[in-house]
């Protein structure tokens, strides 16, 4: 079986363009490749494939981005964050579980609102921030980020919410989102291996789109290291702003 079996060559051609697209961005921000996928795919592809399509390049790029700095401090962002992950964990694979019987707009509506109104308060000029770690908040988020990763594959949002809220560094930061994404990656292609999402059929389409998002994330990751901290949290707030907006629309549209 071929990819054109499945898709045209033109739908092969805008899912490349879209793939790098995502990668950019992500490159740039660190976040916003599983958002920018499934929206870009989605306009011209059956939201079957379009979530098999990004699940390999999300995978594979938040591993780069885990490992960037090496293991030692890949491992340290999982020490000081595994609340988070453990408790993300849970709820990303009890949330998983629950697709078939609660609308993800619900959810995605409940982490749009908080996520939009942070952000854009915020891009306004008020701040709000996190002088230290709480054990109880990162829990709460953890929850939340997971139980809304595992109904629709979004889970950057909250995550990213949090980091900046704590001033995490653009280094530190980056870093730790590939340790939560590349984890939260393996658990939804595990998921979906389990659901028939990515098989035999898709898994090659899905394969195909990770190069352009791996060329696309090395042009990003250029102009990321050009950036300071100031512009790097603008910049990061713009698509956590937009970001936010995306799930409004996705839960007000269904």
Known sequence: MTLFSILSPLDLALSLVVAFAAGWIKGIVGFAMPMVMISGLSMFLPPELALAGLILPTLVTNGFQALREGTKAAYASIHRFQVFLVV??????????????????????????PVSFFALIQVLGM???????????????????????????????????????????????????GVIYGLGSIALAIAHLGS????????????????????????????QDRIDQAI???????????????????????
């Open 127 to 177: 701040k709000l921030t996190l002088k230290s770690q709480s054990t109880r908040i990162e829990a709460v988020i953890g929850a939340v980020a997971g139980f809304v990763g595992g109904m629709s594959g979004v889970w950057g949002p909250p995550t990213v919410a949090y980091l900046t809220a704590l001033g995490t560094p653009k280094l530190e930061q980056l870093r730790t989102q």
């Open 88 to 113: 993300g964990l849970i709820f990303l694979l009890a949330g998983a579980q629950l697709v078939a019987f609660v609308p993800a707009s619900t959810f995605l509506l409940m982490i749009g609102v």
């Open 232 to 254: 790097f949290r603008k910049a990061t707030l713009l698509v956590l702003l937009v970001a936010g907006l995306n799930l409004l629309r996705r839960g007000l549209m269904g």
């Open 196 to 223: 028939g999402v990515l098989r035999v059929e898709t898994a090659p389409f899905s394969a195909v789109l990770v190069v352009p998002a791996l060329a696309g994330m090395w042009v990003g990751l250029r102009l």
